[in-house]
């Protein structure tokens, strides 16, 4: 039996507000892995385009 078959045998067994927190923390972690995936996209990003951002010939644009 998979953990996720295991989960939802378990969640069966709660009574209903319990197993509606259940569900919420289920979406807080599937949340919580999709943000992680952009923050690796975003830092990824910061790292390629780091020489275009901070050169001399754009140092007037530090203070905007």
């Not at 953990?3 to 807080?28: I, N, T």
């Not at 996209?41 to 644009?61: F, M």
């Amino acid at each position: 039996m998979t953990v996720a078959e295991q989960v939802y045998e378990q969640a069966k067994l709660l009574p209903e507000p319990l197993a509606r927190e259940a569900l919420d923390f289920v979406m807080f972690l599937r949340d919580r892995q999709e943000r992680g995936e952009w923050r690796d996209l975003i830092d990824a990003q910061t790292v390629a385009l780091t020489a275009v951002w901070d050169n001399p010939e754009d140092e007037a644009w530090n203070n905007v």
